[in-house]
């Protein structure tokens, strides 16, 4: 089961990241030529889906505001990681760092999300 489910867990992360992109991509072109504002409009759209594709597709939970306060705080640990990781030494190659950080944050949110975020607290 747990295999299975981090399957599906990448799933919805590798379509979050296509929402991010078209939905940065398609303000640029249709609403306003900026970064901070086009990557701001993608991350939105690209949580409340990730969020709620996370909760119905992958760990089987219900929607809250608690679950979802907490997925924005591991989602935002992840972004300071990945920044951090990727900044840790000059002496890796660039693509390892790519490499470390694509595998290894991915893996960590899954399980925190997994023992934390999706809990229900009964």
């Known amino acids: 089961m747990l295999p299975y489910q981090l399957i599906k867990y990448g799933i919805v992360g590798?379509?979050?990241?296509a929402?991010?992109?078209?939905?940065?991509?398609?303000?640029?072109?249709?609403i306003y030529e900026s970064l901070i504002f086009s990557n701001v409009?993608?991350?939105?759209?690209?949580?409340?889906?990730s969020y709620y594709a996370q909760s119905k597709f992958v760990f089987k939970s219900s929607l809250s505001t608690k679950k979802g306060?907490?997925?924005f705080i591991v989602q935002a640990i992840s972004l300071v990681l990945a920044i951090y990781l990727a900044n840790l030494t000059e002496t890796i190659s660039i693509y390892l760092k790519i490499f470390?950080?694509?595998l290894m944050l991915p893996i960590c949110a899954f399980v925190i999300h997994k023992l934390w975020t999706f809990v229900d607290d009964h």
Not at 19 to 30: K, P
Not at 41 to 49: D, L, R, Y
């Open 41 to 49: 409009t993608g991350f939105i759209i690209a949580f409340v889906w």
């Open 100 to 102: 470390i950080v694509a």
């Open 69 to 71: 306060s907490r997925f």
């Open 19 to 30: 929402i991010h992109f078209c939905a940065a991509s398609l303000f640029v072109l249709l």
């Open 14 to 17: 590798v379509i979050s990241t």
